[in-house]
C-alpha cells in the first residue's frame, strides 16, 4: 500500500482525508501486507502517463530512447542538428 500511496501522492496532491485514509493500511517492512495489484497498476499507469505528458510538454526528449528516438530524430521533430 506504500508503494500506492507513493505513486498517488507523485501524481496529485491527495486530500487530507484521503490521505490519512490511506496511512492507516500502511504497514512496516517485516510486517504482512495486503497486495491490491490491480490499483498498484493502475496507480502506476497514471503516474507514468502524467510523467510522460509532463516530458512531452516540456519538450523533453532526454529520457526517451531506442527506435522511437532515432526515429523523432531522423525526422528532426527531436531538435537535431541541422548539417
Known amino acids: ?17 484521503l ?9 512496516g517492512y517485516q510486517e504482512k501486507q495486503k497486495n491490491y495489484p490491480l490499483l498498484h497498476l493502475i496507480v502506476k499507469i497514471i503516474y507514468l502517463a502524467s510523467r510522460g505528458v509532463q516530458h512531452l510538454l516540456k519538450l523533453d526528449f532526454t529520457t526517451i530512447n531506442g527506435r522511437f528516438l532515432y526515429t523523432s530524430l531522423e525526422m ?3 531538435g537535431a542538428p541541422q548539417k
Open 1 to 17: 500500500m506504500a508503494n500506492i500511496l507513493l505513486y498517488l501522492l507523485a501524481t496529485v496532491e491527495a486530500a487530507a482525508w
Open 19 to 27: 490521505f490519512q485514509w490511506l496511512l492507516r493500511s500502511v504497514k
Open 76 to 78: 528532426r521533430a527531436a
